[in-house]
């Protein structure tokens, strides 16, 4: 058995055990780094996990949840709870203590593909995305927005923030098993898209669909705008004002264009006598719903076309303004919001209990 698949099953097992502390010591792929020797200690939060499911039995369980997506596309073969685990750095070297991922996916961290379906599971980096909030997403809400909206804000997150998160991702990965741009266990063999395409419309989707299936939560909603916009929308803002990472960056893509659906809906707003934003909590499902209508037609019309390529990069290139080179820019709205952040910085730094 090659080595990195060894390493991959002695920590699967060694969560399907129960244990809470997980050391690992092995390059490591992340989708944001290249591969790389990382050291980490990491505590397996089985509380968080508990607290959850205890919310979701609240409103009939795991499985009332699963059997919305089955609906939505009665394709679905695995309706099983993901093997998602949230997880809590406690020292870290290498890539993980550099704080832009917030989760590892087995088994491509390991630079592995394919392999037998228990060889799939996640960590979720619960205290990275908190970091997320408290270095990023907050102050860039304290810089921007109205007392009103940072009033929505707090409320919304200053409670219940760890559940939100795993919550949040459990059923990120429930949404890359659904509808055309579906990812888990494998691609949509409809599709025949390039890597990129396949990511953005992967993550838009995931997430989309994670709000529309799951209303009894409206902190869904609230918790992917705020971070698509201020964390993953902003990616090498610093280094380049005007490009950031829309080009090469699936997540920085998303960001660029949940901005103009959240304008388009009148969820986003900016009141020029002021100078201050507004985000309509009310309104915020709303911006879903929009992408969850664009999502499902354009899916409809590339299943029919023999250049979906092609035709997709034309939607892309419709939905976030480009240059003459056709290289995406941030909307200009958008980028003269981000000049009242850029001394907020766009990576975080992860703070580590046990580190040295």
């Known amino acids: 058995m090659p080595v990195a698949l060894h390493y991959l099953r002695s920590l699967r097992e060694q969560l399907d055990r129960g244990e809470r502390r997980i ?46 997506y089955h609906g939505f596309d009665p394709r679905l073969g695995d309706c099983s709870h ?53 270095q990023v997403v907050s102050p860039c809400v304290h810089n921007l927005f109205d007392a009103v ?25 429930v949404g890359h098993r659904v509808g055309p741009w579906k990812v888990s266990p494998c691609r949509d063999e409809r599709m025949h898209l390039s890597r990129m395409q396949v990511d953005i419309m992967g993550e838009l989707s995931a997430d989309t669909y994670l709000v529309m299936m799951l209303p009894e939560f409206p902190q869904l909603a609230s918790f992917v705008l705020y971070q698509r916009l201020f964390w993953f929308g902003r990616m090498q803002y610093e280094q380049d004002a005007l490009h950031g990472a829309l080009n090469s960056d699936n997540d920085a893509w998303i960001g660029a264009y949940l901005w103009q659906v959240a304008e388009q809906v ?27 209508a664009e999502l499902a037609a354009l899916g409809e019309r590339l299943y029919a076309a023999g250049d979906q390529a092609v035709q997709l990069q034309h939607w892309l290139l419709a939905h ?5 080179d056709g290289c995406f820019v941030y909307p200009p709205r958008m980028a003269a919001a981000l000049q009242r952040c850029a001394d907020i910085p766009t990576r975080v730094h992860l703070q580590q209990p046990l580190g040295e």
């Open 266 to 292: 009148a969820c986003l707003s900016h009141d020029a006598q002021r100078g201050l934003w507004h985000i309509d909590k009310a309104r915020i499902p709303l911006v879903f719903e929009h992408v969850f």
């Open 82 to 134: 993901p093997a998602h685990f949230p997880v809590h750095v406690l020292s870290a070297e290498g890539q993980i203590a550099e704080g832009r991922n917030i989760f590892m996916f087995f088994p491509e961290v390991l630079g592995l593909s394919g392999g037998r379906y228990e060889d799939y599971f996640g960590l979720e980096l619960v205290d990275v995305w908190e970091a997320v909030f408290d």
């Open 149 to 173: 909206t940072r009033f929505d804000y707090f409320e919304t997150f200053c409670t219940h923030r760890p559940e939100i998160i795993y919550l949040a991702s459990l059923f990120h990965e």
């Open 23 to 68: 050391l690992i010591d092995y390059p490591l792929k992340f989708t944001k780094g290249e591969m790389s020797v990382s050291r980490c200690e990491l505590y397996v939060d089985q509380n968080l996990q508990q607290q959850v499911a205890q919310w979701l039995v609240q409103y009939g369980g795991f499985a009332r949840f699963m059997a919305r």
């Open 320 to 324: 976030v303004p480009h240059d003459d």
